[in-house]
């Protein structure tokens, strides 16, 4: 059960405080799949301000999209974007704020932005002295620990931490690695209220009650994500522009190697201009492919990434510049293009992997 469920953990520690809250449409509370801030308000709660991460409060805003800030026109409260003129709180963002509240479902992918928006917020919590309250939720991919570890000289937005593709931690246990390996500026550390999810182990599997953002719009897609996204530092589709984004593959330059085909067109909300808009592409239909897989193997799957490499007719522009970004490092498109196998690849990952894993293990609230 989601931390925010379980209300009488943690509702008597918040009356009587001006309260922020992190928060966005995943943001909910009971199987009646009520916005906690809604819940919250409706209980008397102070809450003066809501703080929206990428995709906005109501999670309504494209992929990358910059948001701007805004009224909510059910609460009358102020939003302000945490993904538009900056992505840190200004001390005039949390000025008169007792505690912040971070309630957001993550998906337990690096370079989901989601993770970035929490070192910035416990940043700037630590620096006013405002305590950080976090709902613990279940991470989808919580069983995968995989990847190349983030090179921190290509440090971005959507990769801040040392740390694998699939780091198999959940947002709070992931706030205390950030605290413990001192990663906020100044190796600040940021005074965190955890409340956990209950009956939770990290091998367990969680469907997500609501999409986590406009293109992770099914169970599958959540669970393909940290394989698929790396596609997006190539020139290949992955469907955004379709109704089945991040599962399915494909480029107008393998028509003839494959059956399947799909187009993307530009979907206000979603993808108003996704790679390949309106080609013919060419690949592989993922819809229906055994999750389980990954699950077992406990590994992202690599094997999409090397073969569409080797067919691909011109490899020169195979990858973009962001897939370094995506990786984390430049290795992994040097190791694709000399043609190393699965096997090597993952060989080369391995010493850095257990290095993390050592250190994961000593936040680790659920076993």
């Given at each position: 059960m989601p931390a925010a469920d379980q209300t009488q953990l943690y509702v008597p520690y918040l009356k009587g405080k001006n309260i922020a809250m992190v928060v966005n449409q995943t943001s909910i509370i009971g199987e009646r799949r009520i916005a906690s801030v809604d819940s919250l308000v409706k209980l008397g709660i102070a809450i003066k301000k809501i703080l929206g991460p990428?995709?906005?409060?109501?999670?309504?805003?494209?992929?990358?999209?910059?948001?701007?800030?805004?009224?909510?026109?059910?609460?009358?409260?102020?939003?302000?974007?945490?993904?538009?003129?900056?992505?840190?709180?200004?001390?005039?963002?949390?000025?008169?704020?007792?505690?912040?509240?971070?309630?957001?479902?993550?998906v337990g992918a690096r370079f989901y932005t989601y993770i970035s928006t929490l070192h910035y917020v416990m940043e700037a919590c630590a620096e006013k002295n405002i305590e950080l309250m976090i709902l613990d939720r279940p991470?989808?991919?919580?069983?995968?620990?995989?990847?190349?570890?983030?090179?921190?000289?290509?440090?971005?937005?959507?990769?801040?931490?040392?740390?694998?593709?699939?780091?198999?931690?959940?947002?709070?246990?992931?706030?205390?690695?950030?605290?413990?390996?001192?990663?906020?500026?100044?190796?600040?550390?940021?005074?965190?209220?955890?409340?956990?999810?209950?009956?939770?182990?990290?091998?367990?599997?969680?469907?997500?009650?609501?999409?986590?953002?406009?293109?992770?719009?099914?169970?599958?897609?959540?669970?393909?994500?940290?394989?698929?996204?790396?596609?997006?530092?190539?020139?290949?589709?992955?469907?955004?522009?379709?109704?089945?984004?991040?599962?399915?593959?494909?480029?107008?330059?393998l028509k003839g190697k494959y059956q399947y085909s799909f187009t993307p067109v530009s979907i206000a909300g979603m993808s108003e201009d996704p790679p390949q808009k309106n080609q013919v592409c060419y690949g592989i239909d993922l819809r229906n492919y055994n999750t389980d897989i990954i699950k077992k193997s406990g590994q992202i799957n690599l094997s999409w990434l090397i073969e569409f490499y080797k067919i691909f007719p011109d490899k020169q522009?195979?990858?973009?510049?962001?897939?370094?970004?995506?990786?984390?490092?430049?290795?992994?498109?040097?190791?694709?293009?000399?043609?190393?196998?699965?096997?090597?690849?993952?060989?080369?990952?391995?010493?850095?992997?257990?290095?993390?894993?050592?250190?994961?293990?000593?936040?680790?609230l659920y076993q």
């Open positions: 990428e995709h906005g409060f109501r999670g309504n805003a494209s992929n990358g999209a910059s948001v701007d800030d805004s009224v909510d026109p059910k609460t009358g409260l102020p939003v302000i974007s945490l993904y538009g003129k900056h992505f840190k709180p200004t001390p005039a963002d949390l000025k008169g704020i007792d505690l912040v509240i971070f309630d957001v479902q993550d991470n989808p991919n919580g069983y995968c620990v995989d990847g190349p570890i983030l090179d921190t000289a290509y440090h971005s937005f959507v990769g801040m931490h040392p740390i694998p593709i699939t780091h198999g931690m959940t947002i709070a246990e992931y706030a205390q690695m950030i605290n413990g390996q001192g990663w906020l500026k100044n190796h600040l550390q940021c005074k965190l209220k955890l409340i956990k999810v209950a009956n939770y182990n990290h091998s367990l599997s969680y469907k997500l009650p609501v999409s986590p953002s406009p293109n992770l719009n099914t169970n599958q897609s959540v669970l393909l994500y940290p394989s698929v996204c790396l596609f997006e530092g190539t020139t290949f589709s992955l469907g955004r522009g379709t109704m089945i984004p991040f599962q399915v593959l494909g480029h107008p330059a522009h195979f990858f973009n510049v962001y897939f370094t970004k995506l990786a984390g490092t430049e290795e992994l498109r040097k190791q694709i293009e000399a043609g190393k196998t699965e096997a090597e690849i993952r060989q080369s990952w391995q010493p850095a992997l257990d290095r993390f894993k050592a250190i994961r293990s000593k936040y680790l």
